[in-house]
């Protein structure tokens, strides 16, 4: 599995997911269309009223579209791939830059922490910024720290540069991956909510 945990240790998200590569230089996880994953789209709007901290219920929600998870070990981002369709109808839809905490290994997968901004790149290599004003937000209600926010940016930037000149590794390829049809759909493992404190 593949979780978010939020800065106090509490769990976001939570994927099931199948590894696809698993190498010095890069982690490749794949979460199907339909797979069930649990997210907490409360925790963030009760810190923002000053709400007591406790754990706000984690809803199942089934994912929407095929996800190519590309990780790189000691990076402060992750690049998704997006995809619709099946067969000759399958088109990528978009690759998605998710500046974060360089993941971690548990018994049970992998976490990381989300550092909210993020980038949306076109297939055909646009980029824009999203989330900026959020990020700001959190900074400014003391949920993460002004460094956090600088170093998320630069190393957003220096993606957008990578994908500009043609080097960062997730264009070698990935675009027209495809998933094998007898893979089963993913389910999250007993204990996916169990806390750790791998990665603080």
């Given at each position: 599995?593949?979780?978010?945990l939020t800065m106090d240790g509490r769990?976001?998200?939570?994927?099931?997911?199948?590894?696809?590569?698993?190498?010095?230089?890069?982690?490749?996880?794949?979460?199907?269309?339909?797979?069930?994953?649990?997210?907490?789209?409360?925790?963030?709007?009760?810190?923002?009223?000053?709400?007591?901290?406790?754990?706000?219920?984690?809803?199942?929600?089934?994912?929407?579209?095929?996800?190519?998870?590309?990780?790189?070990?000691?990076?402060?981002?992750?690049?998704?791939?997006?995809?619709?369709?099946?067969?000759?109808?399958?088109?990528?839809?978009?690759?998605?830059?998710?500046?974060?905490?360089?993941?971690?290994?548990?018994?049970?997968?992998?976490?990381?922490?989300?550092?909210?901004?993020?980038?949306?790149?076109?297939?055909?290599?646009?980029?824009?910024?999203?989330?900026?004003?959020?990020?700001?937000?959190?900074?400014?209600?003391?949920?993460?720290?002004?460094?956090?926010?600088?170093?998320?940016?630069?190393?957003?930037?220096?993606?957008?540069?990578?994908?500009?000149?043609?080097?960062?590794?997730?264009?070698?390829?990935?675009?027209?991956?495809?998933?094998?049809?007898?893979?089963?759909?993913?389910?999250?493992?007993?204990?996916?909510?169990?806390?750790?404190?791998?990665?603080?």
């Open positions: 599995m593949l979780r978010y769990v976001d998200v939570a994927w099931p997911c199948r590894v696809v590569e698993d190498r010095d230089d890069l982690v490749a996880l794949f979460v199907p269309a339909g797979a069930i994953y649990r997210a907490d789209p409360k925790q963030l709007a009760a810190q923002k009223l000053g709400a007591e901290k406790r754990p706000a219920p984690v809803t199942d929600v089934p994912w929407r579209h095929d996800m190519l998870r590309l990780m790189f070990p000691g990076a402060s981002h992750s690049v998704w791939l997006f995809w619709e369709g099946a067969g000759d109808a399958r088109r990528l839809l978009r690759y998605f830059v998710n500046l974060e905490d360089p993941f971690w290994r548990t018994p049970l997968g992998f976490e990381t922490r989300d550092h909210t901004i993020d980038i949306v790149v076109t297939p055909a290599l646009e980029c824009r910024w999203r989330d900026e004003e959020d990020l700001d937000d959190h900074v400014r209600l003391g949920l993460y720290p002004p460094e956090l926010a600088g170093s998320a940016r630069a190393e957003g930037q220096r993606v957008i540069d990578a994908i500009a000149d043609g080097t960062h590794p997730c264009l070698s390829g990935w675009a027209g991956w495809r998933p094998d049809a007898a893979w089963p759909v993913p389910v999250l493992p007993a204990g996916w909510d169990r806390p750790t404190t791998a990665g603080s």
